[in-house]
């Protein structure tokens, strides 16, 4: 099963009280990931009334917390693809929202929660190098800072960087924990164990499992695979990748932080947790529920983590999930225009501390009736659907596969409780993967990770 390096002593360290007595109020919050809460402090700082539920027992121990800690707006190769789609403007504004989000919520986190590194791509091939030329030049054409260079702390050789200077890593959990006290602090009520089971958006309330009732002005769902994905067509818009990561004791805490351009990805940093330094070493990806034996994953990212860097068998595996979107910029604001009271936030890409910050701004300022400049380039009712159609039809082929697929082939696997998709048993991570959607269960059938909201029904 997961051990996520950043759960170490912390698995119920934000457990508040289960709702068990309905409420009204401005704004509910779905999902107690660094979205939800940095959303939940922001607008309980401009005076709204709001409440943040989460299903899980604490704050941040989801997506949060089994992310990379990564906290920078280079995010990947992504600039000379957007390029592709958008325009220079419409690619600045994608990296100045990320970097100020970044920026302000910096200057009121705790010291201790995060530290200010550099922030790397690296190559080790020709054609590597050709995708670092080709950022690079995406760079200079939006205007974003960065620069080329072959000097790094990596232990091989490489054949070009791309340098992005003074951005940040943090500690996720205790980054978010920061961001729980301060959202309390300006009267925003909190609540855990609270797993929302129905959305009533046109009487505006919710329901938990318990059947307490949440009245609401403003719904957002911050759940990372919205619960109410039918508005909008949203769920056939997104797919979802797995990927894995290692933590191992070191003895030195790096400078920078890096990511690897080549097809096999890999992703490197340092962190100090419990006032040990780590190693963190990642990679791998695949459509999750694809893949039964992931445990292979596991093993060849420990045998290049330990012979490359010269280091003890990793004393931590775990695994992340993202939703990615068509044209790769993420769905943040009102679902549709059908529905101006719902909010979603999702579609991170792998780079969901950031974007957690930029929702927050994005849903504030809308729920507030104030610009953000980067509103409509966000926006899940952007007219973008078109261009990648053939993206867009191919996640819904694959879903309408798995449902047919799952039922010829897994005849014993427990149905999904979200749509009915035969499930997957994931060795590696003693998980039941939903193909379709990205549900996930533990052994036992319990819900890990939504879109579904009730357990699997296992045979004894």
């Not at 749509?419 to 319990?446: I, V």
């Amino acid at each position: 099963m997961q051990n996520s390096l950043w759960l170490k002593d912390l698995e119920n360290a934000m457990a508040f009280p289960t709702l068990d007595t309905s409420v009204d109020c401005d704004v509910c919050i779905v999902g107690g990931g660094l979205s939800g809460i940095y959303t939940a402090y922001l607008l309980a700082k401009k005076g709204l009334k709001v409440v943040l539920l989460e299903a899980k027992p604490s704050f941040a121990i989801g997506t949060t917390g089994h992310s990379t800690g990564k906290l920078t707006p280079q995010h990947g190769v992504v600039f000379s693809k957007l390029i592709k789609n958008f325009s220079i403007d419409e690619v600045a504004t994608y990296y100045q929202a990320n970097k100020k989000a970044i920026e302000s919520a910096l200057q009121v986190a705790s010291k201790d929660t995060f530290q200010k590194v550099d922030s790397y791509l690296y190559a080790t091939t020709i054609s590597g190098l050709q995708t670092i030329e080709n950022e690079l030049y995406a760079y200079k054409e939006a205007n974003i800072a960065g620069y080329g260079t072959k000097e790094t702390e990596l232990p091989f050789d490489i054949t070009g960087a791309l340098k992005m200077e003074d951005t940040a890593q943090i500690h996720p959990p205790k980054f978010a924990a920061h961001f729980v006290n301060l959202a309390l602090k300006e009267g925003a009520a909190l609540y855990t164990n609270t797993r929302v089971t129905k959305v009533e958006i046109d009487e505006k309330f919710v329901l938990t499992d318990y059947d307490v009732k949440v009245s609401y002005k403003k719904l957002v769902l911050c759940t990372h695979y919205p619960i109410e994905s039918i508005k909008g067509l949203i769920t056939t818009k997104l797919s979802i990748d797995r990927s894995y990561l290692l933590a191992s004791p070191t003895k030195e805490l790096w400078k920078g932080q890096y990511l690897s351009v080549e097809n096999a990805s890999r992703t490197i940093r340092t962190g100090l947790v419990s006032d040990a330094p780590y190693f963190i070493y990642g990679g791998g990806s695949h459509i999750a529920g694809e893949v039964e034996e992931t445990q292979t994953y596991y093993e060849e990212l420990k045998e290049e983590m330990m012979s490359t860097f010269n280091l003890e068998e990793p004393s931590f595996m775990w695994s992340a999930q993202d939703p990615n979107t068509p044209d790769k910029i993420p769905y943040i604001g009102v679902i549709s225009d059908d529905t101006p009271d719902l909010y979603i936030a999702t579609g991170y890409r792998k780079w969901g501390l950031s974007n957690s910050l930029v929702a927050g701004e994005i849903i504030s300022c809308s729920i507030t009736h104030e610009n953000h400049p980067a509103a409509k380039l966000y926006s899940p009712t952007r007219d973008q659907f078109g261009k990648n159609l053939l993206r867009g039809l191919s996640t819904i082929g694959f879903v309408t596969a798995n449902l047919a697929e799952g039922y010829l082939t897994r005849t014993e696997a427990p149905k999904c409780t979200h749509l009915g998709c035969k499930t997957r048993w994931n060795d590696g991570d003693e998980t039941w993967d939903c193909p379709c959607h990205g549900s996930r269960y533990d052994k036992n059938g319990n819900v890990i990770e939504g879109p579904a909201v009730y357990p699997l029904k296992l045979k004894k």
